[in-house]
């Protein structure tokens, strides 16, 4: 089973190049003018579609959100460690993303960043033999 997030985009230049920037890695065979195929470790996909190219899969009267304004998904990555996590949201500030949230729960420690669409992404490290019970 493999996971593809499908993401509209207002420039799919600069979002391939943010994506690419922050690790993922780009496949030629799912990219073109309207498109851009992204994988992030084996079966962990991000599809780029641009406006134009998503309206084509949406039904009637439905839209693309501006996602600045208004959040439908929130993503998340789970990450080996708390040192992985800060330095996975350093790489995505020299990108261009911007860090919207920090939290340390102590069994769990993130950061929330938004993408240059405003889509927004938790990265995390989460200890599960710490989790309260109670």
């Keep these: 089973m493999s996971l593809f997030i499908n993401l509209p985009v207002s420039n799919l230049p600069a979002a391939t190049t943010f994506y690419t920037d922050i690790g993922f890695t780009q496949n030629m065979h799912f990219s073109d003018e309207n498109a851009s195929g992204l994988s992030f470790h084996d079966k962990f996909y991000v599809m780029?579609?641009?406006?134009d190219f998503?309206?084509?899969f949406l039904p009637e009267g439905k839209t693309i959100a501006d996602s600045h304004h208004v959040t439908e998904v929130l993503n998340a990555i789970q990450l080996?460690?708390?040192?992985?996590?800060?330095?996975?949201l350093s790489t995505v500030i020299t990108a261009g993303g911007k860090e919207i949230k920090q939290y340390d729960h102590g069994f769990m420690y993130g950061h929330d960043f938004e993408d240059l669409d405003g889509?927004?992404?938790e990265i995390f490290w989460m200890d599960p033999?710490?989790?309260?019970?109670?």
């Design 48 to 51: 780029l579609l641009s406006h």
């Design 129 to 134: 033999t710490h989790i309260p019970t109670n």
């Design 119 to 121: 889509h927004i992404w």
């Design 54 to 56: 998503v309206k084509t």
């Design 80 to 88: 080996e460690s708390k040192e992985a996590v800060d330095d996975f």
